[in-house]
């Protein structure tokens, strides 16, 4: 009957050439904790189950697969096949090829991050994207920090806290993830003064609403991820901004996705744009980095310098503000717009604007490779909070296979992951989303997982 003592020490099992493969590779201190939760496991399974003890292949296999799941970093590329460009799950926008290089340099050793390279003298973080932002923008001054949430909390409050905020009952919105407008307002320490009702707001509201002390601010949310239709009205930007300057109140626009490309241009719905909230006159503009910017996750803050400043010098900025990494990539980004060529690098305004001959083509040849399926019309999203309700023609390959939601979670679990959809049944896959170089990985994985779902 074999018993424990045929369990090696630690000692003996390190000295197995095998085991000490594992050390070197793994690091020693690592391995050997490793060790002892694979025999603890052994001595559990022999005492409770009477399970024998297994032989020092096996032990060693065995710490070899604990050291695995132990290092396997639970953030990992996916392949989005669902169609949605700037899909929050799945880390919104990808970046382009400079903006990746450009967060690489940054990220592989010193940067002037701080540092005046003309004076030798420290400098001033917020200088990097400002510049870039002003130019591209036509203002005075910009401003990143981490997110466009932090930029509306940071905002409002170096501009407004213990003082009053105009917002229209049509803008109280949610935007998912915990963020609501009446709840940063609060936390900014600003008073929030609703005017106008759930559907409608008149520029008499706006006036009527000035005409209280104390009015730090004005701020115009975006109503991102919901659209009101109906008996439905809000005056234009540029009323309302001349309303609030005739009593010297300052306007924010927290624009969310910040589109600086019209969406229009591409048979969808005119998505508000930065250039058009700065023409009518906002002191300052936010939005996102990652939505329709196409960036790294940043909150990007333009307008007035004297308000950037008041902005940039309270205690806050300091919590939210963003690293060298972001800075380069926002940058980077950027320049794309600045050089007319956004359309042509930045992959989301290629997915955008990807044609859907293409789109079919590449289908098509899905199809043919898996020689099953069914090629169909179907619809893209834009995703991220950004044009709800709109959708772009697609070319989909439609999937029957006997458990659709088994063969989701196959793919799921396929490396690297695929993540597809299922409408009616059936098994969606979207090529607007997916790269040309992923399509070899994902159709291997297709296959291996539709071979499965017919076994
Ligand atoms: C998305 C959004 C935010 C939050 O931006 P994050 O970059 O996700 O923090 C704030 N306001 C509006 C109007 C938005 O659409």
Redesign the pocket.
Same mark, same amino acid.
């Given at each position: 009957m074999p018993d424990l003592s045929l369990l090696p020490s630690l000692d003996q099992l390190t000295k197995a050439p095998k085991m000490a493969k594992l050390l070197e590779h793994y690091g020693r201190p690592l391995s050997l904790e490793a060790a002892r939760a694979v025999f603890d496991a052994i001595r559990a399974d022999y005492i409770h189950h009477n399970v024998p003890v297994p032989d020092q292949a096996e032990i060693i296999a065995r710490v070899k697969t604990q050291l695995d799941i132990w290092l396997k970093p639970s953030l990992v590329p996916v392949i989005n096949a669902t169609g949605v460009i700037l899909h929050t799950n799945l880390g919104r926008s990808p970046l382009s090829h400079e903006t990746r290089q450009a967060i690489t340099a940054a990220a592989e050793g010193y940067t002037n991050l701080e540092f005046n390279l003309t004076s030798g003298k420290r400098g001033k973080r917020a200088a990097h994207a400002s510049r870039t932002l002003a130019q591209l923008m036509g203002v005075e001054a910009g401003y990143v920090v981490n997110?466009?949430? =932090?930029a509306?909390l940071l905002t409002l409050s170096a501009l407004a806290s213990r003082k009053k905020v105009l917002v229209s009952r049509t803008q109280l919105?949610e935007?998912g993830?915990g963020?609501r407008i009446p709840d940063v307002m609060r936390q900014s320490g600003a008073k929030l003064i609703e005017i106008g009702t759930t559907n409608r707001v008149h520029l008499y509201d706006y006036e009527a609403g000035l005409e209280n002390e104390d009015i730090a601010l004005v701020m115009v949310?975006?109503h991102?991820?919901f659209k009101l239709i109906g008996f439905h009205s809000e005056p234009d930007l540029a009323e309302i901004v001349a309303a609030a300057h005739r009593h010297g109140v300052p306007v924010l626009h927290?624009?969310?996705?910040g589109a600086l490309l019209d969406t229009a241009h591409y048979g969808l719905a005119h998505e508000p744009m930065v250039q058009e909230s700065v023409a009518a006159g906002c002191d300052l503009v936010c939005f996102? =980095?990652?939505?329709l910017i196409g960036g790294p996750?940043a909150?990007i803050i333009i307008g007035r310098q004297n308000l950037i400043k008041r902005i940039r010098v309270h205690p806050l900025a300091r919590a939210l503000r963003c690293g060298k990494l972001t800075l380069a990539g926002v940058t980077a980004t950027l320049s794309h717009y600045l050089k007319d060529e956004a359309v042509s690098k930045i992959p989301i305004w290629i997915m955008i604007a990807k044609p859907l001959a293409d789109i079919q083509i590449t289908a098509e040849n899905w199809r043919q490779f898996l020689g099953a399926g069914e090629v169909i019309a179907g619809c893209s999203t834009v995703g991220?909070?950004s044009l709800p309700t709109e959708e772009m023609p697609t070319s989909l390959l439609a999937l029957d296979p006997p458990k659709p939601e088994a063969f989701t979670a196959a793919l799921r679990n396929a490396h690297p992951p695929v993540i597809a959809r299922i409408e009616d049944d059936r098994v969606l896959l979207d090529p607007r989303t997916v790269f040309p170089e992923q399509e070899g990985a994902l159709l291997r994985n297709l296959a291996d997982a539709w071979a499965a779902a017919q076994a």
């Open positions: 997110n466009n949430a =932090g509306v919105v935007i993830g963020f949310a975006h991102s991820n927290d624009l969310g996705s996102s =980095g990652d939505k996750q909150g991220g909070g």
